[in-house]
């Protein structure tokens, strides 16, 4: 079974520069996450979706990032203008019905806002 | 509101040796989940145990063992005959199971086996 895809896997940019992120997850998985993981921190929630609907995005910076999921299966996370605080890695997760099943994650992309 | 606290910013056990990371939650939930995930140094989120909130036994997997007291609402990993691959920061996570299956994490614990 094919894990979860994320694309790049890293990126460089300006400072007031945008960027878009891709996620491919889990064939069948209803449940999407994306998190930030700040260096040397837990990963923090920004929006989960179940199949294209939002759950949850209360923690995600909405006047400079947006996300969507298409059709219910991929997703990008897109932010606009970037911020140098926004320096972190972006994780993707998917997780199948049930509620004792694990989040499978991808490699992430690791973002450097210079 | 949703909570799990890592106290352990960082840990250190002798190969083959026993060690327990600590976790505890917060929450109003009465259905959730907690789970444990590794992450060595090139990046990638492993699962490694789940324990239900309405589980009976602690969870166990290989050398993983969840040491799971509700009440005190706490979710410790224990790993025995500790490896120096077992070297890597270990996220608590918990997942509601009543909301919309929010899933937050904990600021993890950096282990290192010596050898």
Redesign the interface.
């Known amino acids: 079974e094919a894990g979860v895809a994320q694309s790049p896997r890293y990126k460089i940019i300006e400072k007031r520069q945008s960027v878009a992120f891709w996620c491919n997850p889990i064939s069948g998985h209803a449940?999407l996450?994306w998190?930030q993981q700040i260096l040397g921190?837990?990963?923090?929630?920004l929006i989960?979706f179940?199949n294209n609907g939002v759950?949850?995005d209360s923690q995600l910076p909405k006047d400079r990032f947006s996300a969507e999921r298409l059709k219910g299966v991929d997703s990008t996370l897109k932010i606009q203008p970037a911020k140098l605080e926004d320096s972190a890695?972006y994780?993707c997760?998917s997780?199948s019905q049930g509620?004792?099943t694990?989040?499978?994650?991808g490699?992430?992309t690791?973002l450097t806002v210079v | 509101a949703q909570k799990i606290t890592q106290t352990q910013p960082g840990m250190f056990v002798q190969e083959k040796e026993a060690v327990t990371l600590d976790c505890t939650y917060d929450t109003s939930d009465p259905s959730y989940g907690l789970f444990w995930y590794k992450q060595p140094s090139s990046g990638e989120m492993i699962f490694l145990i789940y324990q239900g909130s309405y589980d009976q036994q602690n969870a166990t997997e290989g050398r993983y063992s969840l040491n799971f007291q509700k009440a005190r609402k706490s979710a410790n990993l224990v790993i025995s005959a500790s490896q120096l691959g077992d070297s890597a920061m270990y996220f608590c996570a918990m997942r509601d199971n009543t909301g919309g299956f929010k899933t937050i994490f904990g600021a993890g614990t950096r282990l290192f086996v010596k050898a």
């Open positions: 449940t996450y998190y921190q837990g990963p923090k929630l989960q179940q759950v949850d890695v994780l997760a997780r509620l004792n694990e989040a499978f994650f490699q992430g690791r």
